[in-house]
């Protein structure tokens, strides 16, 4: 057996996990990754925490110690990385001719390649013999084909910038969706979900016969949803209106649609247990941002209704859509017209799940289930296989 870390590094976090794996691949599925030990460093920069992503590794090395993994038979490390555009659709070995790619493609995910590059170039400084291997956000959603993808902007100026619809949150939606075609026996290469990652970021992906065929989020993860702190979709001229109005710049702009909207712009409180909360206790504030988060996901379920016929499921996972039974209330409830059912009983009792739950009645003609996503454990598997 050997052992395989996978680091997920955030700008002022660091997660991270240990799996043991085979070597050889064995008959049964034994020899899928296993995981040993997990963790996660926060706070990083803001002056209660680590102060760096250097430190953050340190403090990481000094917790799989204290935890009696010294990772001395570490055979590959695996990076989660936001944005590999079209240049990488598959699990791939870094070396310094990636690394300068990944380093190019931050003017596409300024928020988090560049974080991603700072932590692999730390990691590969510590463990020069081993192989690292990157698994992009991106790639799941290199299927999605042009009409889905293409902005109706001028051609020459998308391809200059490489405009598109590049889809984000990959990494757990082909998880999702090999746990989802596991549980409803049915081929990965048939199944046909909508899945719903529903947590402090959000998306939506339309999955035909295996492969993405659209998503919420588009050229950045700005797009589609309401999310904890992002606005999703607005009409684009709002951002030249304000920069007007407000006197403000384009940039600063940016920043109050990513980091001061949605929920936290509506209710001031970005957490939906926290909104939910006020909203019990009679806040019309919070009560409307509840409504327009759960409007907005059940439209673009609507809306992919119409991209995936003979749908098999909707999914819901991440932390809101694991943990939060009024959520799928809200957004399957009002759509029983295009065949979607809850079982309010099996809804209510299915919190944080640990194996895939159906909340849906067994006589419905498409499924509603509960899946915890594991982006760790499916980085791990891709890199085994890729080794």
């Known amino acids: 057996m050997s052992q395989i870390l996978v680091v997920n590094a ?24 296993r995981r040993l030990t997990s963790g996660l460093v926060e706070r990083i920069g803001d002056g209660s925490g680590p102060p760096d992503h250097a430190a953050a590794v340190d403090a990481m090395h000094a917790d799989l110690e204290r935890g009696g993994y010294p990772l001395d038979d570490l055979a590959a490390v695996g990076h989660r990385v936001v ?8 699990a791939t070995l870094i070396d310094d001719g990636v690394e300068a790619v990944i ?6 995910a300024p928020l988090h390649n560049p974080v991603n590059l700072r932590v692999i170039r730390l990691l590969r400084s510590s ?48 998880y999702v969706m090999g746990r989802a075609a596991e549980f409803l026996g049915v081929p990965v290469d048939q199944v046909r979900l909508i899945v719903c990652h529903i947590g402090n970021g959000a998306s939506i992906t339309a999955i035909r016969d295996g492969r993405s065929v659209d998503t919420s989020m588009g050229m950045t993860p700005l797009e589609g949803l309401v999310m904890g702190t992002r606005s999703g979709d607005l009409d684009p001229a709002l951002v030249s ?12 702009v940016e920043q109050l649609l990513n980091k001061r909207s949605g929920l936290l712009g509506l209710s001031g409180e970005s957490d939906v247990r926290e909104v939910r909360r006020l909203a019990r206790a009679g806040d019309a504030a919070a009560a409307l941002a509840l409504e327009v988060h759960a409007y907005r996901l059940r439209k673009y379920v609507g809306a992919y209704l119409a991209v995936v016929p003979d749908l098999h499921a909707v999914v819901f996972t991440a932390g809101v859509g694991e943990h939060d039974p009024a959520t799928r209330r809200a957004v399957i409830g009002p759509l029983g017209h295009l065949g979607l059912r809850l079982d309010d009983e099996a809804n209510e009792a299915t ?33 085994a296989h890729l080794l």
């Open 10 to 33: 955030g700008s002022s976090s660091l997660k991270y996990a240990l799996f043991e794996y085979a070597d050889s691949p064995r008959a049964d599925d034994s020899d899928s990754p």
């Open 127 to 174: 463990y020069p013999g081993v192989p690292h291997v990157a698994v992009f956000d991106t790639a799941f959603h290199a299927t999605i084909p042009p009409e889905a993808a293409t902005y109706a902007v001028p051609r020459d100026l998308a391809a200059r910038h490489q405009i598109r619809r590049w889809g984000f949150q990959g990494t757990s939606d082909r």
């Open 241 to 252: 209106y304000l920069v007007r109005v407000e006197g403000i710049s384009a940039d600063e």
């Open 103 to 108: 380093d190019e493609l931050s003017a596409l």
């Open 351 to 383: 919190t944080a799940p640990d194996q895939p739950v159906r909340v849906s009645p067994a006589s419905s003609p498409v499924a509603v289930l509960v899946i915890p996503t594991d982006e760790e454990l499916e980085i791990a598997t891709q890199v």
């Open 83 to 90: 944005h590999g555009a079209d240049r990488y659709t598959t």
